[in-house]
C-alpha cells in the first residue's frame, strides 16, 4: 500500500465519516478525524484515531486539524452555512498544501430539484471545484441507515413509520457503500475532477421497504403517508430550525415528484460488486428494528 500520509476525515464521528474512518484503519492508513465542538463523547474515541475539536465557522480552529494532512475528506452540517464551512476548510487546505480533496454532497446538487437543501450543497461544491487543489465530489442519495437512526424507534414501538412521501421511490443508498467510494477516492487513481451520483440498486417504494423490514424483522413494519405540513411542524417542535425544516418539507415534495428515484453505476463501476440491496441493509441492521431483552 503507498503511503497517503494523514488522512484528515471532518465530521468523523457521523454516520459517513465513522465508516469512512473504520475503512481506511483496516486499510493501515494514518487517520485524524474532527468532532464538532464540544465533543461530549471524547473519552470514548477509538485510541487509533486522532481526534480533533473544531469549529468550522471559526477558521483559526482549523488550523492544527489540518497540520501535516494530505489528504482531506469533507463532511460539514447540512445547514445554510455549508458553503461558508467548506470555505474555511479549503482555504486552509490550500495553506497547509493538502494533496487531494474529497467533498461529501448530495444527489441533485446543482440541478434545482428537491428544494433547497442540495442547493446548499451546490453552492459549497463551487467553493471545491474553484481551488486549486485536486477535488473528488460525492453525491449520495437518501441513506438507508435513516430508517435506523431516524425511524427506528418507532418502527420497534409502533410497528412502523410516518413520512410525507407519496408514492414517490428512492435509490436509497447504504452508507457501507457511500464510505467505500469515499475511500477509493481518497487513495486511489482515477478520481480527480469528478462528480459522482452515489445511489443503490434499485428505487424502492416506501410500501415496498416496509415489506423488506417485515421480512426482515419477523413482524409486521408498515408505512404510514404523514401530511407533510404536519410533519414539518413536529419537526420545529423537537427544536430543528424553521430553515432547516422547510428544507426537509420541499426535500420530501421532490422525493414524491420522482426526483430521488435514478439509479447510477458508480458503486459497481468504482468497487467492482453490486451496490447494497434495501433487503440486505434490512438483513444486517436487524437488531436496530427489533425491541431490546
Known sequence: ???????????????????????????????????????????????????????????????????GVSRLMIIVPETPDSRRATANLMKAAEIDGVERVVKLS??????????????????AEKVVRASDVPWTILRPNLFMQNFATLYGPSIITQGGFRLPLGDGRVSYV????????????????????????????EAYSHDRIAEMLSTAVGSPVHYVDENGSDA??????????????????????GVRAGDFAAVSPVVPDVLGRPATGFAEFARDYRQLFVPTE
Open 1 to 67: 500500500m503507498a503511503d497517503t500520509g494523514t488522512i484528515l476525515v471532518t465530521g468523523g464521528v457521523g454516520t459517513v465519516g465513522s465508516e469512512v474512518v473504520r475503512l481506511l484503519l483496516a486499510d493501515g492508513h494514518r487517520v485524524r478525524a474532527t468532532a464538532h465542538f464540544p465533543d461530549l463523547e471524547a473519552e470514548s474515541r477509538v485510541a487509533a484515531v486522532d481526534y480533533v475539536e473544531v469549529e468550522y465557522l471559526r477558521a483559526e480552529t482549523l488550523e492544527t486539524a489540518l497540520r
Open 106 to 123: 448530495f444527489l441533485n446538487a446543482g440541478t434545482g430539484k428537491g428544494g433547497r437543501v442540495p442547493q446548499w450543497h451546490a453552492r
Open 174 to 201: 447504504d452508507v457501507r457503500d457511500v464510505a467505500a467510494v469515499a475511500v477509493a477516492a481518497l487513495v486511489g487513481d482515477g478520481f480527480e475532477g469528478r462528480t459522482l451520483d452515489i445511489t443503490g440498486p
Open 232 to 253: 414539518r411542524v413536529c419537526l420545529e417542535r423537537v427544536g430543528e430550525g424553521a430553515e432547516l425544516a422547510a428544507g426537509l418539507e420541499e426535500l420530501w415534495e
